[in-house]
């Protein structure tokens, strides 16, 4: 701030002779020089649409959603003869049941019927049952706050690792052919046919190979190890996926015969085998959430596309003593099945800042896990397999799951306890939960470093059977390997999606080669694949557009999780694909 000097001030007795000086008075003019500066003041035009894509990019915050349709067919009756279980089965053979109650009143008559589907639902609603969840010499009391986890548990995992060393087993029963091995040595295969022009080789899952790609078969042949896939299949429809040939140029010896087993391995190059060769395994996934953190609750007026199925039993007096159609002598209505809709979320955020997978990418996946708890001691400890191990062997079920064989015990603990009744005498078995933190095995997988791409060959099984203890099914002799329920504890949702070509580059010519780029001889340089951003689909669907509010992301998925019956019907689902929208319809 200063004054303008050029302005002067001149007494009068100066200017003119004899003048005399008086007040005089001048405006004095200030002018602005400087100005203070305000640290980090700026204007800049903001763009709304700049702002919310860094954001949504730049976050790694989830609300994941799923709604659950569950589809169970209630297969397996029996007969029981403990009072809070035949209090409460869904009966198909009351009039004799109540005949033989009546007829012989002081002995203990076994009831039969179905487990009522409040059993395998996602919410117990039976809360007030005498004598099974509420009054003396109850079962199990019912907390109403623990209605979502007496049967089920959910969670939120992911793949952080691979296990090249899981003992598994798969036996053909075409052709009565067992194999035990491990993850990593690759997929079994037996010779299945010779003859003058090729080798047909039979594998018991999809082999995942290709015209024109080499095999790896574990055996050798005058120093050659790898031999070209020339064609697929036989005759059969389908076959392409499970039977592959190489050409026969006249090998001779014992090398290649029929009936001959071993395991498979990709090649893609031969020349280049040690980056071109698939590795097997199976994933380890960890999870990230408490069994609390579950929300499940009805989804709205949903149900799916099956009936409820209930029926009821009724007291009558037909004379003296009071008859009825149920030993308990109350009125009721038993449901077999139902058809209820859930949502599933989770009360916390789900954060993956700097989680890796289990092939050292940025986690693009993660998974509803869900296990069968079991905590009213219906079933017996929960088995684990893959879905190779569903097939039957013969009428009976796979030898896998056999109780005896420890390798198909899960690996998640479980607990036992003796029931509040007097009449167990025997232990109830159920799932303890797991804990974030915790691992569990996942799907058998292959993956090769060229590709830079991930196959799952065979889906991860759960499966329960009943305790005959408690609960006897009928049309089963007494063995150690029951008949059970099916089904897939880990269903993925994608978070964001790997491009489907391959990105190639040479360090000093291209920038922002990822840190999980993979340097290949063949290819001179490093190989990726891009992660799409959200928000953007390619020309083939692939990519998410998820609602993005508050920093957070909330992603949804329909799930269909179905509990297959072994052994009864069809195990097949068929699902019917969305219409490709164009524009013109």
């Not at 020089?33 to 305000?38: A, G, L, M, P, R």
């Not at 080798?199 to 190979?209: A, D, E, T």
């Not at 007291?315 to 809709?341: D, W």
């Not at 504890?489 to 491009?499: A, E, G, R, T």
């Amino acid at each position: 701030m200063g004054i303008d000097d050029t302005n002067k001030i001149i007494l009068g007795s100066q200017r003119f002779q004899g003048a005399t000086d008086i007040d005089l008075s001048e405006k004095i003019v200030l002018q602005q020089t400087s100005k203070e500066q305000v640290e980090y003041d700026r204007y800049i035009d903001v763009n709304l649409l700049t702002v919310f894509d860094k954001e949504r990019q730049n976050s790694n915050t989830f609300r994941p959603v799923s709604k659950y349709s569950v589809v169970f067919k209630n297969a397996y009756q029996g007969v029981s003869s403990y009072e809070p279980y035949y209090n409460y089965l869904f009966y198909t053979n009351i009039i004799q049941n109540t005949q033989n109650t009546l007829c012989y009143p002081n002995v203990q008559q076994a009831w039969s019927g179905f487990p009522q589907y409040t059993e395998f639902d996602f919410i117990r609603t039976d809360n007030d049952k005498p004598g099974y969840t509420i009054g003396q010499s109850n079962h199990q009391p019912f907390v109403s706050k623990s209605a979502t986890t007496y049967n089920w548990n959910h969670y939120i995992s992911y793949p952080f690792d691979n296990d090249y060393n899981k003992v598994l087993y798969m036996n053909d029963p075409e052709f009565v052919i067992t194999w035990y091995w491990v993850s990593g040595d690759g997929i079994p295969y037996y010779i299945k046919e010779i003859n003058n022009n090729i080798i047909s080789f039979r594998c018991p899952m999809k082999h995942g190979l290709s015209v024109g790609e080499y095999v790896n078969l574990g055996i050798t042949y005058n120093n050659i190890n790898s031999f070209m896939v020339t064609s697929l299949g036989d005759n059969g429809s389908g076959s392409d996926e499970y039977i592959f040939n190489i050409d026969n140029v006249g090998f001779v010896g014992g090398t290649f015969s029929q009936g001959v087993t071993g395991n498979l391995k990709r090649v893609i190059n031969p020349d280049y085998s040690g980056e071109t060769t698939s590795e097997y395994y199976v994933r380890k996934h960890k999870i990230i959430t408490n069994p609390q953190d579950a929300v499940v609750v009805n989804s709205g007026f949903e149900q799916n596309i099956f009936n409820l199925v209930t029926q009821y039993e009724k007291v009558y007096s037909g004379g003296t003593p009071l008859q009825s159609l149920s030993p308990s002598s109350c009125p009721r209505t038993s449901i077999l099945e139902g058809s209820q809709s859930y949502n599933i979320s989770f009360s916390r955020d789900i954060v993956l800042n700097n989680l890796i997978d289990n092939q050292k990418r940025p986690v693009t996946e993660i998974y509803f896990t869900t296990v069968w708890k079991g905590y009213y001691g219906w079933t017996n400890r929960l088995k684990e397999g893959h879905f190779f191990n569903a097939y039957l062997d013969g009428n009976t079920p796979n030898a896998w799951w056999d109780s005896n064989n420890t390798l198909s015990d899960s690996t998640i603990p479980f607990g036992t306890y003796f029931p509040n009744n007097i009449n167990g005498i025997y232990p109830c078995y159920y799932t303890e939960n797991l804990l974030s933190g915790d691992t569990i095995d996942g799907d058998y997988c292959e993956w090769n470093d060229y590709e830079q791409k991930e196959r799952v060959i065979s889906s991860k099984l759960h499966k329960f059977t009943f305790n005959q203890n408690y609960f006897t099914t009928f049309d089963e002799t007494p063995n150690t390997n029951k008949f059970g329920y099916y089904y897939f504890p880990l269903n993925p949702m994608k978070l964001k999606v790997y491009s489907e070509y391959v990105e190639e580059g040479e360090a000093e010519l291209v920038e922002d080669i990822p840190p999980y780029a993979f340097f290949s001889n063949l290819a001179n340089g490093f190989r990726w694949r891009d992660i799409y951003p959200y928000g953007y689909v390619d020309s083939d669907g692939l990519g998410v557009d998820y609602p993005f509010t508050n920093g957070k992301h909330y992603p949804f998925k329909n799930t269909i999780f179905r509990i297959f019956s072994e052994g009864i019907g069809t195990q097949n689902i068929t699902t019917i694909q969305d219409p490709t929208i164009d524009g013109c319809e």
